[in-house]
């Protein structure tokens, strides 16, 4: 697939440094990066991190462009996007105004990329009307606007002006880089672990990390799918866009799944999902008196199962995930039959580069004809989008609604 290509313009703020670690994720993700910065921002972090960073030449003066006069109009117009990260009140208001007197604000002026500014600064400056209205001229036309974070800031204030996250600003630029081919689709996900409770201290649980779940509802947002994300606990943050329902025991996740599934297309159930619970939790911690202690267990309702055998009733492409130790595929199989599943993704969790707690998975995928299609070892990222891609394709072929059900 062409590589698409990102401009990073780099205005002259603080928060230029965090722009260092924004370069490096966007260039991990296989997008070919061009820095430019105003001269103001060359006072923060030196050009030379940034094309150390890049592997390209980066441009600060408008008349030192190496002999390629034109690139101010070029890079606009070769990239895919433009991210102004930091972006300070007087950029944002030279763009609000059409003013070009440097390399990058002509460049943005001649831009037909699309745009995202990240404003950062003082709290009192962002939230003056001067620079809101500015904020809001740039959203009328088109461009796109993170808002910033609150906390902290590098003047000793609290309140909004942080220049958000590297990753989330790299999120953001997923988003508008992709192609939205889940557009019109509503897509039910399940992520994470479940616990059970023993006493009100202690818990059953299971190693479920949740991120390949919420890699495939971060992808499937992306894709401009609209997402529910019904997850158990994890240390993850919600992703931006996803309609969040967080549960802790298998039963609440059962009972927001099928509050949640009327109208959803696509469920996919990634969710680890505790098979049994203890039959009874103590209402005080249990003390350690005797030298043994037993745990009388119970079934948990099989939330995928249930899906399935109501699937007449809410057509849907049904996908499941299936943990094994051995005899993968044909565990993955018995599943696939047994839970009415159009495709389930098998997964070994035995090997220490795939499943639980790790960033890259090595999959199988089984649809209801029998054919097994192998993946090769690829970060969780790579897999929601694989996943996401047969999921359409079913979906193309007519699974997942009525007469294909
Ligand atoms: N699942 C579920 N509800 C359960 C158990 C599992 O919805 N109570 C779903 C999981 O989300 C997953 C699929 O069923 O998509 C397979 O889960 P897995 O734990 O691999 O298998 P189980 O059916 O629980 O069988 P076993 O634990 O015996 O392997």
């Not at 996007?81 to 460049?107: E, Q, R, V, W, Y």
């Not at 009733?313 to 199989?333: H, K, M, R, S, Y």
Request: glycine fraction near 8%; aromatic fraction near 6%; hydrophobic fraction near 45%.
């Amino acid at each position: 697939m062409k590589r698409k290509g990102v401009v990073v313009g780099i205005t002259g703020g603080i928060a230029a440094y965090k722009a260092a670690e924004l370069v490096r994720l966007l260039v991990k993700d296989r997008l070919i990066v061009r820095v430019a910065m105003t001269r103001s921002a060359t006072r923060f972090v030196t050009p030379l991190t940034f094309e150390a960073l890049s592997g390209n030449r980066v441009v600060y003066d408008m008349f030192d462009q190496d002999g390629t006069v034109m690139d101010h109009i070029r890079w606009g117009q070769e990239s895919d996007l433009i991210i102004i990260a930091p972006a300070t009140a007087d950029f944002i208001g030279k763009m609000a105004h059409g003013i070009g007197d440097d390399f990058l604000s002509t460049c943005v002026i001649a831009a037909t990329a699309r745009i995202l500014v990240c404003p950062s600064m003082n709290d009192r400056m962002f939230m003056n009307p001067a620079v809101q209205e500015n904020l809001r001229v740039l959203r009328s036309r088109g461009i796109a606007v993170l808002e910033p974070g609150q906390g902290g800031l590098a003047c000793g204030a609290e309140g909004p002006g942080r220049l958000p996250e590297p990753a989330e600003i790299l999120e953001q630029a997923r988003v508008l880089l992709s192609e939205k081919d889940l557009f019109g689709h509503k897509i039910l996900i399940s992520a994470g672990p479940t616990v059970e409770p023993i006493d009100p201290v202690r818990y059953i649980t299971n190693r479920s990390s949740g991120k390949m779940g919420y890699a495939l509802a971060r992808a499937a947002v992306r894709r401009g799918a609209k997402v529910v994300l019904v997850s158990g606990p994890t240390g993850l943050k919600a992703p931006t866009g996803v309609v969040f329902c967080p549960a802790k025991t298998a039963d609440e996740m059962y009972r927001l799944v099928f509050e949640n599934r009327e109208g959803c297309d696509i469920v996919i159930k990634a969710a680890a999902v505790s098979d049994y619970r203890p039959l009874e939790c103590a209402g005080r911690k249990v003390k350690k008196e005797a030298e043994s202690l037993s745990l009388e267990l119970i079934r948990n309702p099989d939330i995928l199962a249930r899906l399935g055998e109501t699937k007449a009733a809410f057509p849907c492409i049904l996908v499941g995930f299936a943990a094994e130790t051995e005899d993968l595929l044909a565990n993955a199989q018995k599943k696939l039959k047994a839970k009415h599943l159009d495709m389930i993704v098998a997964n070994d969790v035995s090997r220490t580069d795939a499943g639980f707690e790790t960033d890259t998975n090595l999959v199988k995928f089984i649809y209801r004809d029998g054919r097994v299609e192998e993946a090769p070892l690829m970060t969780k990222d790579e897999v929601a989008d694989l996943v996401l891609n047969r999921v359409r394709d079913l979906s193309e072929a007519g699974f997942g609604h009525a007469k294909g059900t």
